[in-house]
């Protein structure tokens, strides 16, 4: 039984916003639970304070998620159309109708935004003025508290709040992004990295080789993540992965949802793996 509350109530509370090492550990909880969902092909499809229960009422309280009645099972790589959610937290692609977990992050977006500032980033009294806002408009990051919280944090709400749903973060490359990097943080295994993975192994030689070029170009933080996903796949002890390795991290995240998504049917595609090997 969670006894503490709603997310918002906390919010409110302490006068509309979070201190930003604070907002941290709110967010870290979130992206965890939303990780999960992921990884089993749910995606919540209305992420809010108020669907964020504490189970108690100290202040170090752990989070649940709740109201499951609007999620939805997805495969790796279907698209969802139907508008759904709370106006302030929808995601532009929602709106266009042609959406996945992306959606989701946009709302963790809003979240942090508020929880780090007080205010809405789309505000509107209708909620067509609200649509109008999300799909045009663009977050305020010059009001104070704006000028007092560092880069790092408005950076990430940036990332997450990308229009461009393509270039928004998972919950698990969120939970790698320097804002909120932790040694002791255990980063979860990233369904992101089978959908990459299949691309690769499915492309041609030419867009491969490619591949393997851009590669060298990627950033720190985008290597942090990539480190942190590939152990995950426990490599054999010449470093290399097959695709047994994707086999038995993928089983051993696997929940009765993840099969109700058909998520495991990912494996399928990343058949030719089992002649080849991949090192990092």
């Known amino acids: 039984l969670c006894e503490g509350g709603e997310l918002l109530d906390r919010i ?5 916003k979070y201190p930003e090492e604070d907002a941290k550990v709110i967010v870290k909880q979130i992206l965890n639970v939303v990780a999960f969902c992921h990884l089993q092909g749910v995606v919540h499809r209305d992420l809010k304070p108020e ?15 709740i109201d499951f009645g609007l999620s939805d099972f997805i495969r790796p790589d279907e698209r969802l159309n139907d508008i759904v959610g709370s106006a302030y937290y929808v995601a532009p692609e929602v709106l266009h ?9 946009w709302s963790i977006g809003v979240i942090t935004y508020i929880l780090l500032c007080g205010s809405r980033p789309f505000w509107a009294r209708t909620e067509s003025g609200i649509f109008r806002a999300v799909l045009r408009a663009d977050p305020n990051f010059d009001d104070l508290p704006w000028p007092t919280v560092s880069p790092e944090a408005k950076d990430f709400v940036k990332r997450m709040l990308n229009k461009d749903y393509r270039k928004r973060m998972t919950a698990a490359q969120a939970l790698t992004h320097p804002w909120l990097q932790d ?3 255990d980063v979860p295994l990233d369904i992101l990295i089978y959908k990459l993975v299949k691309s690769y192994i499915h492309a041609s030689p030419f867009k491969r080789a490619a591949l393997k070029s851009l590669s060298k ?3 720190e933080d985008e290597l942090v993540y990539l480190r942190a996903q590939v152990m995950l796949l ?4 010449d ?3 097959s695709l047994e390795n994707f086999r038995m991290a993928l089983v051993s995240n696997a929940t009765d949802a993840m099969k109700e998504s058909k ?7 990343m058949a030719p793996l089992s002649y080849r090997k991949m090192d990092f």
Do not use: C, Q, W
């Open 12 to 16: 409110l509370s302490r006068g509309g």
């Open 51 to 65: 669907n964020f229960l504490f189970t108690s009422r100290n202040e170090d309280a752990d989070m649940k998620l």
């Open 97 to 105: 109708r042609s959406y996945s977990s992306e959606a989701d992050m």
């Open 183 to 185: 040694e002791n943080l």
């Open 217 to 219: 170009a990627l950033t």
């Open 234 to 237: 426990e490599p054999n002890k």
């Open 239 to 241: 470093g290399h992965v």
């Open 263 to 269: 998520v495991l049917d990912i494996l399928n595609a």
